[in-house]
């Protein structure tokens, strides 16, 4: 039971290039978000998905697009890569409430 | 504006030190608060609390909600280095997201 894994690791970009994030969970669970960690600003939504084929914006959904095609990925897109954006992404997911929400590893993303 | 603030920012003790970690928040449709700690990777879940005034216990880590003067905090007893972390709270709101405070590194020296 791999729980929340994400691809890739680490990843380099230059400013101006596309590039998606995925994020794959086997636990059935129906909710997924995407978050960026940054120092001193916490983790804060980006975008999340309540369901198969549902997607909806969070605190800072500029410069990204997700797609829930299937029920066990949520992908992240990146359009055209800005240096702002070179942070650490959660994904996260979760059954319900109960107990609470299950991370991945987190992807390292710098943007040159 | 919805915000969950955390202090303090950071704190360094010596093992078998006990500490306080604080979570105050202002969120509407408040369903719950989470807390969690984070070492090199992604955060691990440690408590889940919704009602006022009952503990939630496990091991030396305890933590308790106060709704009325909406804040929480986490208590760890007879700290050790392992407990060197980030600890994030974190509020679900009932649109099932969470806000997140910055988090308080704790660092534990032997």
């Known amino acids: 039971n791999a729980g929340v894994t994400q691809t890739p690791k680490f990843r380099v970009l230059k400013t101006g290039q596309s590039m998606t994030l995925l994020c794959a969970q086997d636990?059935?669970?129906?909710?997924m978000y995407w978050y960026r960690q940054d120092p001193g600003m916490g983790l804060r939504l980006i975008h999340y998905?309540?369901?198969?084929?549902?997607?909806a914006k969070g605190e800072v959904p500029d410069g990204y697009n997700v797609s829930r095609l299937k029920k066990q990925n949520f992908l992240l897109g990146l359009e055209s890569a800005a240096p702002s954006q070179t942070s650490v992404y959660f994904c996260?997911?979760?059954?319900?409430?109960?107990?609470?929400?299950?991370f991945g590893s987190g992807t390292r993303l710098t943007v040159v | 504006e919805d915000k969950v603030v955390q202090s303090p920012l950071s704190l360094v003790v010596h093992e078998g030190d006990t500490v306080t970690l604080n979570c105050s928040y202002e969120?509407?449709?408040?369903?719950?608060l989470l807390w969690y700690k984070q070492e090199k990777k992604a955060p691990t879940f440690l408590f889940m609390l919704t009602s006022s005034g009952i503990e939630k216990k496990s091991g030396r880590l305890s933590s308790i909600l106060d709704k009325k003067e909406l804040f929480s905090i986490l208590n760890i007893t007879a700290t050790q280095t392992g407990d060197s972390a980030v600890y994030l709270c974190a509020v679900e709101r009932n649109t099932d997201k969470l806000i997140f405070g910055t988090g308080t590194r704790l660092q534990v020296f032997p």
């Open positions: 996260a997911s979760s059954l319900d409430s109960t107990y609470g929400y299950t």
């Open positions: 969120v509407t449709n408040f369903r719950s």
């Open positions: 636990m059935n669970h129906e909710y």
């Open positions: 998905s309540v369901g198969e084929g549902t997607t």
